[in-house]
């Protein structure tokens, strides 16, 4: 039997699919903003925005009679028949955010026009009251109270209010650089976040990463085939450990587009090491009719209508950058210089110089004239739009699935399973013990030989020889201990001369902070240094001396796939750098006393391994030898 669904049951499935999260609530409010023509933008939240959420705006606001249709699924200004859908130049346009957030959660607008009077209409759940006088300047304030209040399910697969926050700031920070000509304040718990004035995309960069993310920057503004290309480009020598420092703006929207990222990622791909991914702010300007919005109800996703322009486009343009031969382009490309004023932030160090860009000459004439149309470069332009695996963009906020596929259960009779599983273990677990007793040899048994080139240590026992090689065996047992110290939590703290900084944008931020309590654990006094950075004034004392940089870089190249450090990973390196720091070299003389001690130490563990694989001991049976010099056959 077919039901048909109430308007309460489809306004929250729509609601699943266009508000997720407290952050997916804040891009929708935002948007509407940004729609209304405003040029004052504030959002405040409060507990990751599952408590509150507050925009307000300067914009048109609504009349009296508009606002039970701003609650109205399907309702929107922004279109009229279906064909304006292929010339989409609003951000919102589908009429569902306001429908969708209210009917999970209790909400209030109030609005004004510039010539009208501010008006109220408050909603719990979907369900309206009455519009009511009200006081308020012109343009709107929307608040959205108990977010998921009445779907509890989705409340309880919210994330941590860190997390939500962090979330939040990512978005608020795309928003701050794909409008600068809007002024932007973001308040996390009445806390200043992201402040813009609305001063131009570097002012907005600076704002949103520090001023002295220009210092690394190139400023490019190119046009090719009709499609504008311009922003910021991270230079040669400057790189992320993940891709939540990467921002694309299609037509003002900030997407997420495979062939764009694997364009930008294929012409660093000379300048990149592994693990490491460009910055970019970029923006593309491209004719609506060629882009498709309307792919995914988050509208983060766009298609273009040939995505070998866009792909040849894009790469000319960065790879020509990079190599420093844009002159040889149809586009201008300006290094930022330094102005006179400097930005005063507070409880920083050293404060940076704050960069504008010099004004762009015009394009030579023979040059404009050269260009070529995208339609004409549809039919004759061709390129290479192949996406590398693993370039691929992704969502700060969208992990990848990771799967477990099983084999396919066995045909077999039942039975006892059970006991046959059981009794199976039992002897697997028996045949280890003798392999392992039988790669094993009683220390005080080897008699101590001499040394081979420095480095290589000769035992005997028996018919059999020992060459252990000394570097790799002192690493190992060093290594076992500095894990067993790790895992006992025995950790002692070394203070540094002068504390590590970190800059961290506000996903990373949120990130680390939520691991403080794990970072400590192990050994680092790790602490928030404003809003944008962290300090370190300690490691662990096995770690005192390692690339505190490289360090981070591989604690935060993990946001994209985890949710929490992947602290075994990362410290076992770490911990392997650091006993092979300490062990003793190939090359230096080890008195036979210290030989002797170096063997006990093993444990007489003849399959022994240093950290990174290499084996440390060698068997060479009496058989062997005699083999070599014709002794027996």
């Known amino acids: 039997m077919i039901n048909l669904l109430t308007a309460d049951v489809y306004n929250k499935i729509a609601a699943g699919e266009v508000v997720d999260r407290p952050y997916s609530v804040v891009k929708e409010l935002v948007e509407n903003a940004v729609d209304a023509g405003a040029t004052e933008i504030s959002v405040e939240i409060e507990g990751g925005g599952k408590k509150r959420i507050r925009v307000t705006d300067n914009g ?6 508009d606002l039970p249709l701003a609650y109205a699924s399907h309702a929107t200004s922004k279109l009229k028949v279906a064909d304006d859908l292929f010339a989409i130049r609003t951000l919102g346009f589908r009429g569902e955010a306001i429908a969708s957030v209210a009917a999970v959660s209790k909400m209030e607008i109030v609005s004004r026009t510039a010539e009208g009077e501010a008006y109220s209409l408050r909603s719990e759940g979907g369900v309206l009251g009455e519009v009511l006088p009200a006081a308020g300047a012109k343009g709107t304030v929307v608040t959205v109270d108990d977010l998921f209040f009445n779907v509890p399910a989705r409340l309880k697969f919210l994330k941590s209010d860190a997390q939500e926050e962090g979330d939040i700031a990512g978005v608020m920070a795309r928003f701050l650089l794909s409008h600068p000509e809007i002024s932007f304040t973001y308040l996390a718990n009445g806390k200043i976040k992201y402040r813009s004035f609305g001063d131009g995309l570097p002012a907005a960069l600076a704002a949103v990463y520090g001023a002295g993310i220009l210092n690394d920057c190139i400023e490019i503004d190119a046009e090719k085939h009709g499609i504008r290309i311009h922003g910021f480009l991270g230079n040669r020598n400057f790189f992320k450990p993940n891709r939540t420092w990467q921002s694309l703006f299609v037509n003002g929207r900030y997407v997420v587009n495979q062939t764009v990222g694997a364009a930008v990622t294929n012409a660093y791909a ?14 593309l300007d491209v004719p609506p009719e060629i882009v498709d919005v309307n792919v995914h109800p988050n509208k983060a996703d766009v298609r273009f209508a040939d995505n070998q322009i866009i792909y040849g486009c894009v790469y000319s343009v960065v790879s020509a950058v990079l190599d420093g031969n844009s002159r040889a382009l149809e ?49 004759e332009v061709k390129f290479d739009v192949s996406i590398p695996k693993g370039t691929e963009p992704r969502f700060f906020d969208e992990p990848p699935v990771q799967m477990e596929v099983r084999s396919p259960a066995s045909e077999a009779p039942l039975g006892n399973a059970a006991e046959d599983a059981f009794a199976e273990n039992q002897r697997f677990l028996r045949e280890q013990a003798v392999k392992a007793k039988q790669e094993r040899v009683e220390p005080d048994t080897l008699t101590y030989k001499g040394e081979l080139f420095r480095t290589y240590l000769i035992y005997e026992a028996g018919d059999c020889a020992y060459l252990i090689d000394q570097h790799a065996a002192h690493e190992r047992i060093l290594y076992d201990r500095l894990r067993e110290k790790w895992e006992n939590r025995s950790v002692v703290s070394q203070p540094m001369l002068a504390p590590f900084l970190l800059t961290v944008n506000g996903q990373e931020f949120a990130f680390l902070e939520r691991n403080f309590p794990v970072l400590r654990e192990i050994g680092f006094e790790i602490d928030a240094f404003g809003d944008d950075a962290v300090k370190v004034s300690a490691v662990p004392v096995e770690l005192m001396g390692i690339d505190l940089n490289k360090f981070f870089g591989e604690v935060l190249a993990s946001m994209e796939t985890l949710r929490a450090i992947k602290l075994a990973d990362i410290l076992k390196d770490k911990l392997a750098t650091a006993a092979c720091k300490a062990a003793v070299k190939g090359g230096e003389l080890l008195s036979e006393q210290e030989a002797r001690a170096l063997i006990r130490e093993t444990g007489g563990d003849l399959g022994l391994k240093c950290p990174h694989g290499r084996p440390a001991v060698v068997e060479v049976r009496k058989s062997e030898l005699e083999k070599l010099f014709k002794r027996i056959v």
């Not at 048109?60 to 009679?65: L, P, Q, T, V």
């Not at 300006?334 to 110089?353: D, F, G, I, L």
């Not at 960069?355 to 549809?378: D, H, I, L, N, V």
């Open 331 to 379: 586009y201008l490309v300006n290094q930022p210089k330094p102005a006179a004023a400097e930005v005063q932030e507070e409880a920083k160090p050293a404060p940076a110089p704050v960069f504008t860009a010099m004004p762009k000459p015009s394009a030579p004439p023979q040059q404009q004239q050269q260009t070529m149309s995208y339609e004409a470069a549809k039919k």
């Open 60 to 65: 048109s606001g609504m009349e009296k009679s």
């Open 270 to 283: 000379s300048y990149l090491m592994k693990r490491q991914y460009p910055f970019y702010v970029l923006f």
